[in-house]
């Protein structure tokens, strides 16, 4: 499935603040929120939509209404940032959790906590996760959630390098990926470059 970077100008701007080291905690809570609910409209484009009727004051209408469940699995920790305005846009909205974590070193993500609802099947499902850095731990992700019977979902990041594009698209083509910046390159920590630093750390101030 062909990438998605998100082009428009509060996006940009959002996300200036969010790479600006001087940014604090709270700000970059509320910048991470903002953001997502831009890329999370643009990520449920294709949820699927029937014709309804309506009756306004004035006369009976044709109403175009939602026809399928949405689901959303963030991928703890840094995840958790982008889920707050996807439960606000869908209250119906099935949440599914994942977590993992990057070796200090080698950058191979360690799954440490798993839960995700079998009604994932069937609906449109995101999963998500700031950085798509070496692509690692989005393709077990997918993974898992493909496991549970999941079959149309698309990966929404904030930041992603060219290197965790390529192994996710390669791991699983089927899966769509939108994102709010393809930057350069990852570094040799598997940071990703100019990027915005450790999503976690600095949305839950833990340096
Ligand atoms: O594409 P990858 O190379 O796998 O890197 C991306 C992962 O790294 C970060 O999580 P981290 O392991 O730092 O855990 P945290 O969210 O708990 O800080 C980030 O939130 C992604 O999950
Ligand atoms: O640049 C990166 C890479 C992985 N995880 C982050 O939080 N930042
Ligand atoms: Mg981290």
Do not use: W
């Not at 026809?67 to 099935?94: K, S």
């Not at 060219?162 to 930057?183: F, M, N, R, S």
């Amino acid at each position: 499935m062909p990438l998605q970077v998100l082009d428009h100008p509060l996006a940009s701007h959002l996300l200036a603040s969010l790479r600006d080291e001087r940014t604090p905690p709270q700000e970059f809570r509320q910048l991470a929120r903002r953001l997502t609910t831009l890329l999370v409209l643009q990520a449920t484009y294709g949820i699927r939509t029937r014709i309804d009727r309506v009756t306004t004051p004035l006369c009976e209408t044709e109403a175009r209404v939602l026809d399928q469940g949405l689901a959303v699995v963030p991928v703890l920790r840094a995840g958790l940032g982008m889920l707050e305005p996807i439960v606000d846009l869908f209250p119906d909205v099935a949440v599914g959790y994942i977590g993992l974590e990057r070796h200090e070193e080698t950058a191979v993500a360690r799954s440490y906590y798993s839960k995700v609802p079998q009604s994932v099947e069937g609906r449109f499902t995101l999963c998500v996760d700031p950085m798509l850095a070496t692509g690692g731990s989005a393709a077990q992700a997918i993974s898992l959630i493909k496991a549970h019977g999941a079959s149309q979902i698309t990966m929404v990041s904030i930041v992603s390098a060219p290197e965790g594009v390529e192994k996710l698209q390669q791991a699983h083509p089927d899966v769509a990926i939108v994102t709010a910046a393809l930057d350069e390159k990852l570094n040799d920590r598997h940071y990703i470059v100019p990027g915005l630093g450790d999503f976690g750390d600095r949305l839950y101030g833990t340096p």
